[in-house]
Nanobody
Framework: QVQLVESGGGLVQPGGSLRLSCAAS????????MHWYRQAPGKQREWVAT???????IHADFVKGRFTISRDSAKNTVYLQMNSLKPDDTAVYYC????????????WGQGTQVTVSS
């Protein structure tokens, strides 16, 4: 059974930092690209960042220079380091794993709430 378990969310002041984690089980981690998405209240889910099995990364323009995606294959875990947080970053953040050879094989975590507020 595939499980993606996010953690690390919470309440943080503007300008602060958080690191989200997503621990994967039930998949061959090295065969999957890993992604972070987010969904703010009343908005559609949007893509935030991707890391391939080779470690190549790409980030959405609205988080470039502030957020960094990384992965630890020994721990089957993907991270999202979030710095210089803004109130607009408030959302539920979701981890997504997709089989690199077949993107239709896609798995989602349950999400973790990030609230940026003073």
């Amino acid at each position: 059974q595939v499980q993606l378990v996010e953690s690390g969310g919470g309440l943080v002041q503007p300008g602060g930092s958080l690191r989200l984690s997503c621990a994967a089980s039930g998949i061959i981690f090295r065969l999957h690209t890993m992604h972070w998405y987010r969904q703010a209240p009343g908005k559609q889910r949007e893509w935030v960042a991707t890391i391939t099995s080779n470690g190549d990364t790409i980030h959405a323009d609205f988080v470039k220079g502030r957020f960094t995606i990384s992965r630890d294959s020994a721990k089957n875990t993907v991270y999202l380091q979030m710095n210089s947080l803004k109130p607009d970053d408030t959302a539920v953040y979701y981890c997504n794993a997709r089989l690199a050879s077949d993107y239709s094989r896609s798995y989602w975590g349950q999400g973790t709430q990030v609230t940026v507020s003073s």
